[in-house]
Every structure is written in structure tokens, then in C-alpha cells.
């Protein structure tokens, strides 16, 4: 009955939905103070909008014109009446803004999740977001005799033929994996039910001798690390002269459904460090992990740790949480009642749709994502360029019912893997045990796991701890390849054992550097190097010959 529930209402949870209005509204109609304080800020905004619609004299003096919300940029919203309507519109989101939070007595998760929903009721209403009270369409429908209306219903046609069809959006098929992305040559030397092991063609005579290991995430396919020539990670490290591996993970369908959180420890990070480790003999391994692969990657190093294992020689992570106190916007889907309906939802399919978690990060980020799209490609009638981190975007995987249950309870629910309950084979593990030294990489603008939050390893593991914060969202700070124009990062390290900066310490003492924090991360791994360069590894070995071509193809599976 709840799957069904689920169903009808995208997985979002009424009942989540209704307690947190409940508190809100029944601590709102016992605060008198905050409720005259949002009729005077009511009354102080219709005062406002009334002065700016009322016409004034030319010679009368002007205030200094602010900054325009960029919504509203362009200078036909300062025209009347779109001046008064788009105000109005700013005015309401201000209110609303304020009704929905600093209410005392309401719990922060109900606040965020009643501040979310209003934010995404305000935006729907947006006159920017209809024809009639946008002077740029307007504009543009007079000059082109309404040939732009016809064209965007073109587009919204076959954008709903696409869904309809499962069809990945307009402009995908110019981006194939294998030819101009995800084409950095290697082969795949290891494959088990879960994972392909990737291992690239080296470009350089001498290499350094140990190899790197990179845990992507599972919820996208690996190659945002290898996108197009010009900004995969993956081919500029092997140009470094780094020895390059890299987990495919498989798109999990109904006979993954019983895999947990040990099967991809013991199937993903383990059983990919025994094949390099037989390819790369008597060398430890530089692991990197990205996103939810860093928090996959930091729990194996805990549990290596524990187990007296020696087998990693630093630990990169991009983007990762480790404490989920703090695990940014994506924290208004997860309560005990949402979990409670996915779970029902999952038991019923196996596994977590891949349009599921689409849909929640693009109502996390609605005007971008969804409202300014609509508008420019049906509105407008332009459609935007398809680039290649757009096309990966759309290349979306699913998820284990078991798995990822564990994972939203255990951490980011629970927090397990901080508060030192995490089990790993029924034993707990914690950060604290880990000493090899720690690489961490984290974003300005990061939605999905904010800087800050990243930044909590320092107090969870006394190892020597690089912290680099860069310019950029979750995907767009880390595909950030040298000479792209306008990056920058801050850079500070913590000696082993170091005294605890806090993040607003960190953000005046780190020095700003110009340009990619590639290179920077390249020479941090050279440094750590047990010696000279070596000649390249044979690209597989007895015990692990060469099964295919990369990028193999686990990364195709729809």
C-alpha cells in the first residue's frame, strides 16, 4: 500500500510533507511577535512596490540602481509594468523567505523542508515563467511573428515523445561513449558482478611505481572523470606519468537487489585493489574517490585500518562526505517516514529508479534545472547546447533496493560512519584509525555535500589532511582542467596530529592559488612517490588477463 502511495505522489512522502506544516503553522499561530513582524514587512513591501510603479518626474533625483536579481537581468524588465510585476514577484519571496524561517520551536529539518516547498510554490509563480508577463518573450514573439511559440512547442513535443520513449534528451546522440567520451584508451582487466576494472594505456615512457585506484560514484556512470579530451581527469593523469585504474560500476537491475553495503566494499574497493595489486605487485595503491565513492572509499580505509591492512599509500576524495551532520539540501528527502515509503517502493522494483534522484536534484536547484529551460526552450524556442557534462548528467544509473537503503539510514540519516557505528562485516569502524595521508577536495557552490560539510574530516582522523576548496559546484569544480579560464582554489595543510583550524579560520589563512587544481593534486601523489620512475606495468596480467576494450561494457548498460 505504500509503494502505491509512492507512486501517486513521486515518492515523496504526505505525511513527512504534513507534519512538518503542521509544526510550522501551529508554531506560527502561537508567535504574535512573528506574526506582526511579517505583517509589517507585508505592508512595508506594498508601500515600497506602490512608490516604484508610480511615474516620477524627469528631473526628480535618482537612487543608485541595484544590482538586478539575474532572473530579472535583462533591461526590458525595468520597463513598466514588468518593473512592478517582477518586484512583486522578489517581495513574495522575500515574505515568504521570512514566514518560513527563525520561527522558534519548529525543528530545523521541518523548517527546511516547509521553507523548500515554499520556495518551489513562489517559483512556479514566477512572471518570468509565462508568456504573457515576460517582455522578453513578448519581445521576441513581435519580432518573429510568433515563430518562436511554434518552435518551442516543437521542442516541448519531442522532449515528451523522448520521455514517453525513455529516450535520453535532445542532443545526447552527438556525445557517444567509447568515440568523444569515456575514450581515454585501456582495457578492462577485471569484471565480477558488480564491477569492471578499468586500466589505461600509459602515454609516457617512465610512470611513477604506484599505481592510482579512482572510486566513482555508483549513482552516475564513472567517465565524469573521462568526458572529453580536453577535460578528463583521467588522460591528463596519465599524462603525468601516473599508472591509472578506474571502477565501472554496473547498472544494477533485479538481480542486484539483495547486494548491500559489504558487497560493494568486498566486491567494488577490495576486489579492485586485489587485481592492481597482483598487476602492480609489491606497490601500495593511491585510491581517489568521488562523491559517494569517497564515502565508499573512506570506510574501506577505516576498515583496512582496523584490520592491521597496509595497502593504500594516500587517500584522495572529491567532494565526499564523511559526516553527514550537515549533508546539504539533499537532507529534505530524508526522514524516517521518506525512507520508509522508498524502501516500500524499492522492495516492490529491487531498486531506486534512475529518474528518481534526477528529479530531486533538479527541484533542489528548480530555477536553473527546470524553470529557465522551459522558458528558454519552449518559451523562446532556443534550444541550449548539449556539452558533455549535460549528456553524462542524462546517462543516470539505478540503485540497489538493499544497498541504498543502508546507505540513507546508516549515514546520512543516522550518521553512523562519524559517531563511530558504521559495521563493516559486523564489526564498526571509524575515521580516527585512518593515518595514510588524505588529499581532500572540496567546492565553493556544492549543493549535494556543502564544503563545510566535507571540511568535518579534519576533526574525524588526526593523518596529515590536504584541504583544497575550488571554484565550482559538486561536478563543475572537479572537471576543472588546466587553462579553463576563471579558477582558481584555496590550498592548506594539516601536519599529522595538527591543531584544528575552524572552516571560517580556514577560509582567511588558506592562500588563493590561479588556475586548475590538477596539477597540484598530480605533484601532492609525486611527492608521496616510494621512488624514481619506473617502466610502465603490462596492461593486465596471468591472473587477470585482458577482457576488452575500454570503457568496457558495464557503463553501457541502460
Known sequence: ??????????????????????????????????????????????????????????????????????????????????????????????????????????????????????????????????????????????????????????????????TSQ????????????????????????YRNRLIELIQYSPTTDKVQPEPVLIVPAWIMKYYILDLSAHNSLIKYMVSQGHTVFCISWKNPGVDEATLCMDDYLALGVEAALDAINAIVPKQKVHAAGYCLGGTLLSIANAAMARD????????????AQTDFTEPGQLALFIDDSQLAMLEAQMRETGYLQAGQMV?????????????????????????????????????????????????????????DLAGGRYPVRGKPVVMADVRTPIFCVATYTDHVAPWRSVYKLHYMTP????????????????????????RHYQILKREVGGQYLSHEDWLQQAP???????????????????????????????????????PGEYVLEK
Open 1 to 162: 500500500m505504500l509503494a502505491g502511495l509512492a507512486k501517486m505522489t513521486h515518492s515523496l512522502s504526505p505525511m513527512s510533507l504534513s507534519l512538518a506544516g503542521i509544526d510550522w503553522a501551529g508554531h506560527l499561530a502561537f508567535a504574535p511577535g512573528k506574526r506582526l513582524e511579517l505583517f509589517s514587512l507585508g505592508l512595508e513591501q506594498m508601500q515600497q512596490l506602490w512608490q516604484n510603479a508610480l511615474p516620477r518626474p524627469t528631473d526628480a533625483p535618482q537612487a543608485p540602481a541595484a544590482k538586478p536579481d539575474r532572473r530579472f537581468a535583462d533591461p526590458a524588465w525595468q520597463q513598466w509594468p514588468f518593473n512592478v510585476t517582477s518586484q512583486a514577484f522578489l517581495n513574495t519571496e522575500t515574505w515568504w523567505k521570512s514566514a518560513t524561517q527563525n520561527l522558534p520551536g519548529v525543528s530545523k529539518h521541518h523548517e527546511d523542508v516547509v521553507s523548500f516547498m515554499a520556495r518551489q510554490g513562489v517559483d512556479m509563480l514566477s512572471p518570468g515563467n509565462y508568456p504573457l508577463t515576460n517582455p522578453v518573450v513578448l519581445q521576441k514573439t513581435m519580432e518573429t511573428g510568433g515563430a518562436n511559440l511554434q518552435q518551442g512547442m516543437l521542442n516541448f513535443l519531442d522532449d515528451l515523445g523522448r
Open 463 to 486: 593523518a596529515e589532511l590536504t584541504f583544497v576548496l575550488t571554484k565550482g559546484g559538486h561536478n563543475a569544480g572537479i572537471v576543472s582542467e588546466p587553462g579553463r579560464k576563471n
Open 308 to 319: 592491521g591492512q597496509d595497502r593504500l599509500a594516500s587517500m584522495t576524495l572529491f567532494t
Open 512 to 550: 588563493r592559488e590561479e588556475g586548475s587544481w590538477w596539477p597540484t593534486w598530480s605533484n601532492w601523489l609525486k611527492e608521496r612517490s616510494s621512488g624514481p620512475a619506473v617502466t610502465p606495468p603490462t596492461l593486465g596480467s596471468k591472473d587477470y588477463p585482458v577482457l576488452m576494450d575500454a
Open 359 to 415: 528529479g530531486a536534484f533538479q527541484l533542489l536547484n528548480s530555477y536553473d534545472m527546470l524553470w529557465s529551460r522551459m522558458v528558454s526552450e519552449y518559451l523562446l524556442g532556443e534550444r541550449g547546447k548539449m556539452i558533455d557534462l549535460m549528456a553524462w548528467n542524462a546517462d543516470a544509473t539505478r540503485m540497489p533496493a538493499l544497498m541504498h537503503a543502508q546507505y540513507l539510514r546508516r549515514l546520512f540519516l543516522n550518521n
Open 166 to 189: 525513455g529516450l535520453p534528451p535532445a542532443g545526447t546522440e552527438d556525445y557517444v561513449v567509447g568515440k568523444n567520451i569515456a575514450a581515454t584508451p585501456g582495457k578492462v582487466v
